[in-house]
T-cell receptor, first 117, second 110 residues
Framework: EPEVTQTPSHQVTQMGQEVILRCVPISNHLYFYWYRQILGQKVEFLVSFYNNEISEKSEIFDDQFSVERPDGSNFTLKIRSTKLEDSAMYFCASSDSRQYWVGSPLHFGNGTRLTVT | GENVEQHPSTLSVQEGDSAVIKCTYS??????FPWYKQELGKRPQLIID?????GEKKDQRIAVTLNKTAKHFSLHITETQPEDSAVYFCAAPRAYKYIFGTGTRLKVLA
């Protein structure tokens, strides 16, 4: 069964540094997402992406965050200047339809655990 | 608002008993409701989903019921086993995203 893959699995960085989290969505999926999960808490929406554009972003996704699909397979999340409170598990997800009308599940990657020191 | 309310936050049951987790959503246009299971340190994995044109769906020991009038949907696990112990999240669509509930930590006691 095809899977969403994420790299790295762990990333430790110092406050103020830039990080790039990478994702390869399932190949025939068109809708891509980033969610984050602070330890022991719920899965929080960051951003959705379709047709090389952001469809929606949350309040968390401020000017320090950006997403990009640099080629036909990768989908990246960049945090320009990390803060301590950015420490979390970041999950990439993809789906094959615009679920609001059709209904299609999100398929999650294994996540990147980001630790900001 | 955009919240999906989920209850209870923790649930302990004896092995073999049933477990029920309930979620309430706010957007009456929502038409698809998935449930995810997340084991410690792992990704959320889809276990069952339901579309708004049906009231119930069953897959072996797991079932989901939907009450569109009341805007709530529930996960039912029967004959629970220790391997059912995990955190369960419901989700509901809203615009271009899914909103997740706050999670239920299910502990099945052997």
């Amino acid at each position: 069964e095809p899977e969403v893959t994420q790299t790295p699995s762990h990333q430790v960085t110092q406050m103020g540094q830039e990080v790039i989290l990478r994702c390869v969505p399932i190949s025939n999926h068109l809708y891509f997402y980033w969610y984050r999960q602070i330890l022991g808490q719920k899965v929080e929406f960051l951003v959705s992406f379709y047709n090389n554009e952001i469809s929606e972003k949350s309040e968390i996704f401020d000017d320090q965050f950006s997403v990009e699909r640099p080629d036909g397979s990768n989908f990246t999340l960049k945090i320009r200047s990390t803060k301590l409170e950015d420490s979390a598990m970041y999950f990439c997800a993809s789906s094959d339809s615009r679920q609001y009308w059709v209904g299609s599940p999100l398929h999650f990657g294994n996540g990147t655990r980001l630790t900001v020191t | 608002g955009e919240n999906v309310e989920q209850h209870p936050s923790t649930l302990s049951v004896q092995e073999g008993d049933s477990a029920v987790i309930k979620c309430t959503y706010s957007d009456s246009a929502s038409n698809y409701f998935p449930w995810y299971k997340q084991e410690l340190g792992k990704r959320p994995q889809l276990i069952i989903d339901i579309r708004s044109n049906v009231g119930e769906k069953k897959d072996q020991r797991i079932a989901v019921t939907l009450n569109k009038t009341a805007k709530h949907f529930s996960l039912h696990i029967t004959e629970t086993q220790p391997e059912d112990s995990a955190v369960y999240f419901c989700a509901a669509p809203r615009a271009y995203k899914y909103i997740f509930g706050t999670g239920t930590r299910l502990k099945v006691l052997a």
